[in-house]
């Protein structure tokens, strides 16, 4: 049996799966081995010039294909969107969020360069990171003021109840669990009330770490005895508010 990357026709089918699998470095170098081996190989200049980001680059490998076989339809119309894309006058675009990387594409909404790993797809087009943030839900648009809101509101009942739950969890396991579950919704729903039904990552991140902040204030004279008490009292805390907050 013949090794697997031995062949031409081996090669190229890996590196068409890299390709299919965003893997574009592995499919470049797979695509180059194939052309160092066979210069005149359409399907490997085809395929390099499919995972190649450079415009330039691009356009002289889907030429390439066309120079060596003229009716090369997928080429020819490759190319021809590429050059409609392109900028006038031969100037050079670059990303707006990686200045160092040349690319042909703009985001749909605020026209800023984007390369292929900005570009995020979308309804109205590819959009750029910014503009895709900007179209989450309102309720996921979370500033600074709202987020200190919750976060006060959060720390201050973490440390009352931390404080009195100091007084039952030395009851065992069952009070602990059962006390973080409810400390936790409590939390969570005046987190979502104090920050007008804001939710999201950040306002989960900024619930949590209040909750084990004012949890440690509150129970900061408790004995060491149940410790592990109040570690699983204040773990069943935070998950129970950050389930809430989703």
Same mark, same amino acid.
């Given at each position: 049996?013949?090794?697997?990357?031995?062949?031409?026709?081996?090669?190229?089918?890996?590196?068409? !799966?890299?390709?299919?699998?965003? $893997?574009?470095?592995? *499919?470049?170098?797979?695509?180059?081995? /194939?052309? $160092?081996?066979?210069?005149?190989?359409?399907?490997?200049?085809?395929?390099?010039?499919? =995972?190649?980001?450079?415009p330039t680059r691009k356009a002289e490998c889907f030429e390439k294909v066309?120079?060596?076989? %003229?009716?090369? *339809?997928?080429?020819? @119309?490759?190319? @021809?969107?590429?050059?409609a894309v392109l900028p006038a006058g031969g100037e050079k675009m670059y990303?707006?969020?990686?200045?160092k990387v040349e690319t042909v594409l703009r985001c749909s909404q605020c026209?800023?360069?984007?390369? =292929?790993?900005?570009?995020?797809?979308?309804?109205?087009?590819?959009?750029?990171?910014?503009? /895709?943030?900007?179209?989450?839900?309102?309720?996921?648009?979370?500033?600074?003021? %709202?987020?200190?809101? /919750?976060?006060?509101?959060?720390?201050?009942? *973490?440390?009352?109840?931390?404080?009195?739950?100091?007084?039952?969890?030395?009851?065992?396991?069952?009070? !602990?669990?059962?006390?973080? @579950?409810?400390?936790?919704?409590?939390?969570?729903?005046?987190?979502?009330?104090?920050?007008?039904?804001?939710?999201?990552?950040?306002?989960?991140?900024?619930?949590?770490?209040?909750?084990?902040?004012?949890?440690? !204030?509150?129970?900061?004279?408790?004995?060491? $005895?149940?410790?592990?008490?109040?570690?699983?009292?204040?773990?069943?805390?935070?998950?129970?508010? /950050?389930?809430?907050?989703?």
């Open positions: 049996m013949t090794p697997l990357g031995s062949t031409l026709e081996n090669l190229l089918r890996e590196a068409n !799966a890299a390709a299919r699998t965003g $893997d574009q470095s592995e *499919a470049e170098r797979l695509y180059r081995r /194939v052309l $160092d081996r066979s210069p005149t190989n359409v399907a490997a200049w085809l395929g390099l010039g499919t =995972v190649l980001t450079e066309l120079e060596l076989d %003229p009716d090369n *339809a997928d080429a020819a @119309a490759s190319l @021809a969107r590429l050059q990303c707006a969020f990686h200045p026209g800023r360069p984007i390369c =292929v790993r900005c570009s995020q797809p979308h309804a109205v087009g590819q959009l750029c990171p910014i503009c /895709v943030r900007e179209r989450r839900p309102l309720n996921y648009q979370v500033r600074l003021l %709202p987020l200190l809101v /919750v976060g006060g509101a959060s720390l201050a009942l *973490a440390a009352l109840f931390g404080w009195l739950v100091t007084y039952i969890i030395a009851f065992g396991f069952i009070p !602990a669990i059962f006390g973080g @579950a409810l400390v936790g919704s409590l939390i969570g729903r005046v987190a979502l009330w104090a920050g007008k039904r804001r939710r999201g990552i950040s306002v989960q991140l900024t619930v949590g770490a209040c909750i084990l902040l004012g949890s440690i !204030a509150g129970g900061a004279a408790l004995s060491m $005895d149940y410790i592990i008490f109040f570690v699983i009292y204040g773990v069943v805390a935070i998950g129970s508010a /950050v389930a809430w907050l989703r």
